[in-house]
C-alpha cells in the first residue's frame, strides 16, 4: 500500500532532519553564552589571594578562553582554551619544575616576585625563606614539596543547569520556527 503525502507534508518531513541541526545550534549557542557569563561574573578570590597589578586575570582568560560552539554529527562541543581552568575544576598536584621546592608568597611583597628577585637577603628558616625587615625575622615565602589543589567549589556550572540551558534555548527556537 501506498502513502500519498501532501507537498506540505512532505516538506515537513524533510525539515526532520534539520531539526537536530536546529536544536544543536541553538542549544549549544545558549551552553556557550552562559558559560561566558557565568565565569564572567565568578569570584576566584579565595583565602591566599592578594590585590595587585594583574588581580582578576585569572578570571578574564577563563571567560574569554571559551571557544565558539562546534557541531559534528549528533554532538556539540565547546572548549575553553586557558588550560588553567582544569586545574579550578579537577584540583591536581602542583610540584617544582626547576627547584627543589616551590615558592609560596606569605606577604604581598612576595606577590609575584621569584625569590631570587626580592631585593632582601633571604635564608632558609624551617620550611621557609626568611628575612630581617625592620630588627624581626619575617617569612617570606613558604617553602613546599609540592601543593595538593582541591577543585574549586563552583569552578563550572552543575550539569542540570547546562542541560536546563540547553533544551531551554532549543525550545525557544523550535517555537519561533513553528509559529
Known sequence: MRILLSAHLKTEFRDLRRWRRIALEAGGEAVYQYLIDYHRNMDWRGPNWFAGRD?????ENVWKGW????????????????????????????????????????????????????????????????????????????????????PWPGAMPKDDV?????????????RQRFR
Open 67 to 150: 571557544q565558539p560552539p562546534k557541531i559534528r554529527g549528533a554532538r556539540v562541543t565547546i572548549v575553553n582554551n586557558f588550560g588553567l581552568l582544569d586545574w579550578k575544576v579537577k584540583g591536581g598536584v602542583i610540584r617544582p619544575v626547576q627547584a627543589k621546592a616551590l615558592t609560596i608568597p606569605l606577604i604581598p611583597a612576595a606577590k609575584r616576585v621569584p625569590a631570587r628577585g626580592f631585593g632582601t637577603p633571604l635564608f632558609v628558616a624551617g620550611n621557609t625563606l626568611s628575612a630581617i625587615i625592620g630588627g624581626k625575622l619575617e617569612a617570606i615565602y613558604s617553602l613546599r614539596r609540592a601543593v595538593a589543589q582541591a
Open 162 to 174: 547546562l542541560k536546563f540551558e540547553f533544551v531551554y534555548a532549543t525550545e525557544l527556537a523550535f
Open 55 to 59: 588581580s582578576g586575570r585569572f578570571q
